[in-house]
Structures are given as C-alpha cells and as structure tokens.
C-alpha cells in the first residue's frame, strides 16, 4: 500500500488579480533589464587601471625635473623649509673662550675674537650701532686711542656660523704711512698677505665667538678703491653674492685653490693703505670663506699675472 499523499486544493483566482499579477512580473522583468543596461553603460565610461610590471622602467627625461616639495592634505601642517647648512657648531677650547670671556667682562661690545696666523693680529672684535665709535676707541674702557680697534661692521649679525651673517665684515686700522712698515697695531700687518710666500703659509684665518669656533680659507686679497661694494653684508640675492665673489678674485694679487658657491658665507677684513699715495678711497682687504667642516688644509696658491686694479675717481 502507497503512503498516503496530502495534495493541495486548487484555488481559483478572480481574473482581475491573475492580470495583475502578470503585469507585476512584466514590470519587474523589464525594471532588472533596465538597471542592467545603465551598469553596462557606467562601467563602459569608468577608465581602466593597468598594473605596472615589475621591469617596467619610468620615462626617462633629458634634463632632470626639480624637485618638488611634499604636498600637505587639508589640515595638515606643512613641512619646514630645509636651510642652508655651514658644518656642525665647534665651542672655543678653554683658552680662547677665557679671552672672549675676558674681554666681554671689560667690554659687552666684545663680539668674538679674531686672530691671523703670522701677524700681531689677535684681537678681541667689537661692535657698536655704527661704524664710527670705535675708529679712536680701545677696546678695554672705551676711551681716546689713535689706533682704534677692532670691530664689525654695525649690520653684522650672528654669534655661529649658521646664523652669521652671509659676508660678515670686520675693519681695523692701519696706521703705518708705508706700506713696506708692517709692526703696526690693529690691521696694519694684514698687508703681509700682499708677500707671496705669506699667502703660501698663512692661507686660514680664525673668527670665533662663544658659541663657535670658525675657520676661514683665504680666497682673494686685493687692492681696491671704495667704489666696489665689496662690504654689502646682506647680498640680496645669489647672483648679487657670487658677483661680489667674482670681483673679489678678479682684483686678488693671487690665485687660490678655493671653490665659492652661493651656498657659502665668507669674511671680509678691510683696512686703509698708502699704496696709492694719499687717496683716501683706496683700501686693502683679505676674503675668506667659512670652512664648514673646520679642517686646515693647505691648497695651491698662484700669482695673479693680471689682478685687476682699482680705479679711483679723479676730482
């Protein structure tokens, strides 16, 4: 005997529901064809990705691109602006730092020290608010010397080598009517820079403070009449800096192993000389550029067979 089987009733429905019921699943059918075609047509619009091989190699360009500096999302703070770097500050061994110490004690216009291998030059360097005060006064007390002393020029700023300014000046007396007479005080035996065997031997000079010990490679010494802005402290741009370069080493009795870029700072000394009988314009002045990794190294030095000469003003 077979299981017994429980079938369904049969129900019959209106008509009216049947017709809608079709229309229903009509309406349906053609809604699923319809968002089937708009999926097609977007995704035939929607741009392609395409995976890089691993050997395939960028486009390669016949001059480098510049650098370009990371982009910040909305928000975001941007990244510091990398400046320009001189080499790692060095502190003043014990002694010089006492005489820095020293002569600050005596006079707060001390601003570091200055000493030039092979001469009496070895100074405290002062500075005023103009370029005048200390032209007849000492260095201890403040009080009437001929000689003067020592100083920096009124718009020299900075106390390291990071923050000093880009051509810091410095200018002291020379009080010797001759320039074959070099025993005097201040700046009167910068002049030895003119002997060729000199400039083969004392080719660095030391500027310091408290807060850095410098050194300096000697890249021109020169004859020069006032009308080269050869004490523009604030270059205002590199072009205007390497001009000023340039013009040094064209005018230098010698000529120095030493590459100048714009991305160095240099030291300019001035002083009077008598070279050229009594024109007051006329001036004898040593540059030097900052040695950022401290090192003393001696470099060929030639004579200039043409240096170029000043050229003073006839009134």
Same mark, same amino acid.
């Given at each position: 005997?077979?299981?017994?089987?429980?079938?369904?009733?049969?129900?019959?429905?209106?008509?009216?529901?049947?017709?809608?019921?079709?229309?229903?699943?009509?309406?349906?059918?053609?809604?699923?064809?319809?968002?089937?075609?708009?999926?097609?047509?977007?995704?035939?619009?929607?741009?392609?990705?395409?995976?890089?091989?691993?050997?395939?190699?960028?486009?390669?360009?016949?001059?480098? /691109?510049?650098?370009?500096?990371?982009?910040?999302?909305?928000?975001?703070?941007?990244?510091?602006?990398?400046?320009?770097?001189?080499?790692?500050?060095?502190?003043?061994?014990?002694?010089? /730092?006492?005489?820095?110490?020293?002569?600050?004690?005596?006079?707060?216009?001390?601003?570091?020290?200055?000493?030039?291998?092979?001469?009496?030059?070895?100074?405290?360097?002062?500075?005023?608010?103009?370029?005048?005060?200390?032209?007849?006064?000492?260095?201890?007390?403040?009080?009437?010397?001929?000689?003067?002393?020592?100083?920096?020029?009124?718009?020299?700023?900075?106390?390291?080598?990071?923050?000093?300014?880009?051509?810091?000046?410095?200018?002291?007396?020379?009080?010797?009517?001759?320039?074959?007479?070099?025993?005097?005080?201040?700046? /009167?035996?910068?002049?030895?820079?003119?002997?060729?065997?000199?400039?083969?031997?004392?080719?660095?000079?030391?500027?310091?403070?408290?807060?850095?010990?410098?050194?300096?490679?000697?890249?021109?010494?020169?004859?020069?009449?006032?009308?080269?802005?050869?004490?523009?402290?604030?270059?205002?741009?590199?072009?205007?800096?390497?001009?000023?370069?340039?013009?040094?080493?064209?005018?230098?009795?010698?000529?120095?192993?030493?590459?100048?870029?714009?991305?160095?700072?240099?030291?300019?000394?001035?002083?009077?000389?008598?070279?050229?009988?009594?024109?007051?314009?006329?001036?004898?002045?040593?540059?030097?550029?900052?040695?950022?990794?401290?090192?003393?190294?001696?470099?060929?030095?030639?004579?200039?067979?043409?240096?170029?000469?000043?050229?003073?003003?006839?009134?």
């Amino acid at each position: 005997m077979l299981p017994l089987v429980k079938t369904k009733k049969i129900i019959n429905l209106p008509p009216f529901i049947r017709i809608l019921s079709y229309l229903l699943m009509v309406f349906s059918l053609l809604f699923c064809f319809l968002v089937y075609i708009l999926l097609m047509v977007n995704l035939g619009d929607t741009p392609t990705m395409s995976v890089p091989s691993e050997n395939a190699l960028p486009p390669v360009s016949s001059s480098p /691109a510049s650098p370009q500096p990371p982009q910040s999302g909305p928000g975001e703070i941007p990244p510091p602006v990398q400046e320009a770097y001189y080499g790692e500050t060095v502190l003043p061994n014990s002694d010089l /730092a006492a005489k820095i110490r020293t002569a600050s004690k005596a006079n707060t216009d001390t601003v570091g020290w200055l000493t030039v291998p092979g001469t009496a030059i070895d100074y405290p360097v002062m500075q005023y608010i103009d370029n005048a005060y200390y032209l007849r006064r000492n260095y201890i007390d403040r009080r009437y010397k001929f000689a003067g002393s020592i100083f920096a020029d009124y718009r020299d700023v900075g106390t390291n080598r990071n923050d000093l300014s880009r051509n810091y000046v410095i200018y002291g007396h020379n009080l010797t009517m001759s320039d074959d007479k070099l025993d005097g005080e201040m700046f /009167a035996e910068l002049l030895r820079f003119r002997d060729y065997d000199f400039a083969r031997q004392s080719q660095y000079i030391y500027y310091s403070t408290l807060q850095d010990t410098m050194i300096w490679q000697v890249f021109a010494v020169f004859y020069t009449d006032t009308n080269y802005y050869y004490i523009n402290v604030s270059p205002g741009s590199d072009a205007e800096f390497m001009d000023l370069v340039n013009e040094a080493k064209q005018r230098s009795e010698f000529i120095y192993d030493a590459d100048i870029t714009a991305g160095d700072k240099i030291l300019t000394l001035s002083t009077c000389t008598y070279r050229y009988n009594t024109k007051a314009e006329q001036r004898f002045v040593v540059m030097a550029r900052l040695v950022p990794d401290n090192t003393a190294e001696a470099k060929e030095v030639l004579i200039n067979p043409r240096p170029k000469p000043p050229n003073f003003d006839e009134n």
